[in-house]
């Protein structure tokens, strides 16, 4: 097997804790460089992954009742999913928040981000909406919220390192009947 073509079926998706938070900065920092290098400027890249990606904050976060998953092949992190109490406006008291979930480039298209998702949803059926805020300008992540049922409900600006990006703010109803 090349290089480019990495082997999926060996990826395991399993819950993290706190424990994992070294990990979960890892892939953090590698997917969100990964995705907005050239996008966002680096001054801002670095200082957020070095204030939102640290151990320390996942730790906090996972302390505190966020939820975490971790994509690994063969034991290294190649994606993750964190769910989290909504901090957007549109935000009911009742909804919940997918903070994040990147996959590393070279397993785009490969159904991991598609099982991390199925694992965050698995874990929301007490909740009536999931809330996420994405880049105005990511279309391949706004593409893959569409298919799974997300609608925009407004924006936001979203301070990266000092800097503010707009995002579209969408919901996926958790209690709709879903077509397939």
Same mark, same amino acid.
């Given at each position: ?36 290098? /050239? ?71 490969? /159904? ?69």
């Amino acid at each position: 097997m090349s290089d480019s073509q990495p082997q999926t079926t060996k990826v395991t998706i399993r819950a993290a804790s706190a424990e994992d938070a070294a990990r979960l900065s890892l892939i953090s920092d590698a997917t969100f460089l990964e995705t907005f290098a /050239g996008q966002i400027s680096g001054e801002a890249l670095v200082a957020h992954c070095r204030e939102k990606h640290a151990p320390a904050y996942l730790t906090k976060l996972i302390d505190q009742g966020a939820k975490a998953w971790l994509a690994e092949l063969d034991g290294s992190p190649v994606g993750y999913a964190l769910l989290t109490a909504p901090e957007l406006e549109a935000a009911r008291d009742d909804d919940i928040e997918l903070k994040k979930i990147y996959v590393l480039s070279r397993f785009h298209g490969s /159904g991991i981000a598609a099982r991390l998702f199925d694992a965050v949803l698995a874990s929301c059926s007490a909740y009536p909406r999931l809330l996420l805020g994405v880049k105005a300008d990511n279309d391949r992540a706004i593409a893959f919220y569409t298919k799974n049922a997300f609608n925009p409900i407004g924006t936001r600006q979203f301070n990266v390192g000092g800097k503010l990006y707009d995002d579209l703010v969408l919901a996926r109803d958790l209690h709709a009947e879903m077509t397939p």
